[in-house]
């Protein structure tokens, strides 16, 4: 878990900073950070089985618009909720059929749906963006309950539903086992295809779950959100100390390492880097922390 | 396996004239000298960069960097001239060994260090980028002089000079990846890295050369994009990793490593800069473009996989 | 072989579905300019598509061309606002030999050549919203919305007014490279300068073009500078961004939010109070100033050393120079915000 005690030694560098360790601002920065958690849980499982999705960022936008159109439409919240989710599900479904039954490599896949997609969600709102929305759907991303806040709440549950999900059951197994060695899961009896299939719709699904929270919690809908997305998705589940090439990993190192970005992004306002300068010390961090992990795997390896 | 290769380069030319007779039909201006050399003068610089790429892929590699490494040296080029007041004929060379050096970091990572190459280029691309903005402050050099315009601007022959700049490194790419014991190294590298390193090539060293050349292809795509569009910007080169990218797996690169080549990777270019064009003239608008291109990137693979496996039963 | 055949036969379909959808998306008028004949072709380019902006740019010039009447009008322009996508715009509408081309340039001195390259081949070349180099592209006019100057001015006196004199003040921009933001951030330090010398500037943040990341950096420049006053967000991504992170950090009316954006998307924010005025110049009007002025450049009744143009329901507006004025930037407050649909 060294990404954890890169957040923790990150945390008291900018913790120095006048008013960083209060409770309101930590409890923005988890804020900040749910959407990106909770894609990074759906991409630690697609990763984890050996794919990867550069769609991702192009697929929030679809969500997000799909959300927004929903909840001015007026339909009940239930709706409001689920359609982002089942339409996230749906890209998931044809990824994942693209990868699993006509077994085209999940990079090519995604970066064409990256361009259909995004070029589809202009296509279909005309770029319009879409505002007055009404205050049901806002209470989605900046409720609360019981004091904590739904985003929040949300991240957390995805958190613990998908380490569950990877560690405890058959399924899970599966997943590693498929990413680690896909020919010896297939000679075990284990449904690879469907498995793969499985985990891009789960993915999917969450992504709609991401885009759900990220877009309620704003008063206006950019038809163009997402742009990076998939970078700093798939940047949280590698700085997490997920094996890039499947077969290893934890949603909790994900967990960590999207909020670690988000950490870095608010700490280096607070400790006033300059803001030219301020995207090469992130990128930096991120390069410490994943050369500090190979390192370290590497002489555990020996 | 050669056979093979042959054989898909060949489905991409039919492919290619495919295409062109449907734009031609979509608009009668496509198929004029201007509007193709004008297509291949648009795709001449991610061109540079496509090619080097392909042999990265083919190593079972990845640089995500590319956008960045132009953005950077692109930048020390333009620094170098109007902070350090060197003459570009200074400027250029250092600005070219400047992405070398970053490719060659990139390589070092990848090879010493031992983290994989998506990781490592995704990193610097963040990180390159953040230095070329922190460096220029943001700000974009102009007014170059008119010689330097000329390999962006000017013609030989009729001919745009990046597109000579193009023809010229392809050719010395396609010959060093099938002629000589190098470009074997790199299929092999791909195909089997353990075996190869098994057999005695230096696999490590080679891996770092393809870096360094990557590096060194985006810092020469920096060059002529610069004169291009007559100035220097951090943000140069911005998106440049995916389309070059895309041009090498719609041409039939793996992107598992071990087979592919850059005569596939130029067609495939045409294709994209082709569709974009007869498109344009068609006034298609651009996102539905944008989702054609992906498209046709999904299903030109599926009709290769499929094709192959079904020659195979 | 046969593989090759199917393979032949699959590509024969995905381009006839392609030319298909070509089909549809052309205008009904004809295929191409060359058909055109009598019509004069107007081609309008964005820096970008997919933001509410030039929706309501596209949606004046449209106006216009229905008003004006024989025009045939192309608007399409890259979805990523990026000069090297605009350029093959450019050069595939030259190859059409449209009659106008007007363009939002991305950068000034990029775009030049191709807009020479046009002018050689005879087809008219004017600019809208952001100019290109006037003398390396020889473009005919430009259709200035408002000058930088008078927005930053404008910008910047609104926040006194809202803050104080002595106001510490955040700028929320784009990205670092957007020029027009640059320009304008440029104008406000001048201006701060000259006639408010005690307003500091304390931090300048880019979000790029990321609705989320300019909400957490509103919140994050809150939170580190507890004494700033008044925020500008002078994107249409940024500003509404930043209006969110004041209302929900519940210092609405403690902390003064001025910028950029179109009514539609701040209309909310000035409802309630979070904004007080937003300053803009009507993008609906630009996008129909921008077609009158191409017909009548066009037609050669616009000529230089004009110094009025009669633009249809905009009255008369002022030519200086080879750029022609839509006015000075209007203001939207509670007052006459509803009445705006862009």
């Known amino acids: 878990m060294s990404v954890g005690v890169f957040l923790v030694l990150l945390l008291g560098y900018f913790g120095a900073t006048p008013g960083f360790l209060r409770v309101e601002n930590l409890r923005d920065i988890l804020i900040n950070a749910a959407p990106l958690i909770i894609a990074a849980c759906g991409m630690t499982m697609v990763i984890v089985a050996g794919m990867i999705d550069i769609s991702a960022g192009s697929a929030l936008a679809v969500c997000a618009v799909v959300a927004g159109l929903t909840a001015k439409s007026g339909a009940a919240l239930p709706f409001v909720v689920l359609l982002p989710i089942l339409t996230g599900a749906l890209i998931g479904a044809v990824n994942g059929w693209l990868v699993a039954a006509a077994r085209i490599p999940a990079i090519i896949v995604t970066l064409g749906m990256m361009s259909v997609l995004r070029g589809g969600v202009i296509w279909w709102t005309r770029g319009e963006w879409i505002g007055n929305l009404p205050a049901s759907f806002s209470a989605v991303g900046r409720g609360e309950v019981a004091g904590v806040p739904v985003p929040v709440l949300v991240a957390t549950s995805v958190v613990l539903a998908t380490a569950l999900l990877l560690s405890r059951t058959p399924l899970g197994r599966h997943v590693y086992a498929v990413g680690g060695n896909p020919l010896a899961a297939a000679r075990m009896g284990i449904p690879v295809g469907r498995v793969l299939w499985l985990v891009f719709v789960m993915h999917g699904a969450l992504l709609g779950l991401s885009a759900l929270v990220y877009a309620s919690r704003f008063s206006v809908i950019q038809s163009n959100a997402g742009a990076g997305f998939e970078l700093l998705t798939i940047s949280a589940v590698v700085v997490g100390g997920v094996n890039i090439f499947g077969g290893q990993g934890t949603v909790w190192g994900s967990a960590i390492g999207g909020l670690l970005l988000q950490v870095i992004s608010t700490g280096l306002i607070f400790r006033r880097v300059s803001e030219y300068w301020a995207p090469s010390v992130q990128g930096a961090l991120v390069l410490l922390a994943v050369v500090a992990d190979a390192l370290r795997t590497r002489r555990a390896g020996r | 396996m050669k056979r093979l290769a042959v054989r898909r380069e060949a489905v991409l030319v039919v492919l290619l004239l495919v295409e062109m007779v449907v734009m031609q039909a979509l608009s009668p201006l496509f198929l004029t000298p201007d509007n193709l050399i004008e297509v291949v003068r648009q795709s001449a610089e991610i061109g540079l960069i496509a090619l080097a790429m392909t042999l990265v892929i083919i190593t079972a590699g990845i640089d995500l960097s590319v956008g960045s490494i132009v953005g950077l040296s692109v930048i020390t080029m333009g620094m170098l001239w109007e902070d350090a007041r060197l003459p570009l004929s200074v400027a250029v060379p250092l600005a070219l060994f400047a992405g070398a050096l970053m490719g060659g970091f990139n390589g070092a990572l990848v090879t010493v260090v031992g983290i994989p190459p998506l990781i490592v280029t995704l990193a610097t691309m963040a990180g390159f980028r953040g230095i070329a903005l922190g460096m220029s402050q943001a700000r974009s050099i102009r007014n170059f002089p008119e010689g330097f315009l000329w390999l962006g601007q000017g013609y030989v022959g009729g001919v745009p000079v990046q597109v000579w700049i193009l023809a010229a490194a392809a050719l010395l790419f396609h010959l060093a990846l099938t002629r000589t014991a190098w470009g074997r190294a790199l299929l092999s590298i791909g195909a089997n890295e353990a075996a190869t390193r098994l057999s005695g090539v230096p696999v490590n060293r080679v891996k770092i050369q393809v870096y360094v050349l990557s590096g060194f292809m985006s810092a020469l795509a920096a060059v002529v994009y610069a004169a291009h569009v007559s100035v220097a910007k951090p943000d140069a080169g911005l998106g440049f990793e995916l389309t070059a990218i895309t041009a090498v797996v719609l041409g039939g690169t793996a992107v598992s490593g071990g087979e592919g080549g850059v005569l596939g990777t130029l067609i495939a270019l045409l294709m994209v800069g082709f569709l974009r064009s007869g498109l344009t003239l068609a006034r298609v608008p651009a996102e539905a473009q944008d989702m054609m291109v992906g498209l046709l990137l999904i299903l030109v693979v599926a009709v290769d996989r499929w094709s192959r496996r079904s020659g195979r039963e | ?342």
């Not at chain 3, 961004?241 to 519940?250: E, F, L, N, P, Y």
């Not at chain 3, 300053?279 to 037609?299: F, Q, R, S």
């Open chain 3, 1 to 342: 072989m046969q593989t090759a055949f199917r393979v032949a036969l699959a590509a024969i379909a995905l381009f006839c579905l392609m030319s298909a959808c070509g089909k549809r998306q052309a205008p009904s008028t004809g295929t191409g300019a060359t058909g055109a004949g009598t019509k004069l072709v107007i081609a309008v380019m964005p820096k970008l598509k997919g933001i509410d902006y030039f929706n309501a740019v596209e949606r004046g010039a449209r106006e216009a061309a229905q008003e004006l009447g024989n025009i045939d009008l192309t608007y399409d322009g890259p979805t990523e606002g990026k000069v090297d996508q605009q350029i093959p715009f450019i050069e595939s509408w030259t190859l059409q030999k449209v009659n106008v081309i007007a363009v939002a340039c991305n950068d000034p001195d990029a775009i030049s050549p191709a807009l020479k390259r046009a002018r050689d081949k005879g087809v008219h070349v004017i600019t809208y919203d952001a100019d290109a180099n006037a003398e390396k592209s020889g473009r005919e006019f430009f259709v200035n919305q408002a000058t930088f100057e008078d927005i930053g001015r404008a910008l910047v006196d609104e926040m006194a007014a809202q803050a104080g004199e002595e106001a510490k003040v955040a700028i929320v921009s784009s990205s670092p490279t957007a020029p027009n933001q640059n320009a304008w951030i440029a104008v406000m330090k001048r201006y701060m300068a000259e006639k408010y010398p005690k307003m500091q500037i304390i931090t300048i943040q880019y979000p790029e073009e990321d609705q989320g990341r300019a909400f957490s950096m509103t919140q994050d420049i809150l939170k580190t500078y507890p004494d700033v006053k008044g925020v500008f967000g002078i994107s249409s991504v940024a500003f509404p961004g930043a209006a969110d992170a004041v209302r929900q950090a519940g210092k609405r009316g403690q902390v003064a939010v001025v910028g950029l954006s179109t009514p539609k998307s701040m209309r909310e924010f000035v409802k309630d109070g979070t904004v007080k005025t937003v300053i803009l110049w009507n993008p609906v009007d630009l996008g129909y100033l921008t077609v009158y002025v191409a017909k009548a450049v066009a037609e050669g009744t616009l000529k230089p050393g004009a110094t009025e143009f009669e633009a249809g329901r905009l009255g008369k507006v002022k030519v200086e120079g080879d750029q022609v004025l839509l006015g000075p930037p209007m203001k939207f407050t509670i007052q006459n915000i509803d009445q705006y649909d862009f």
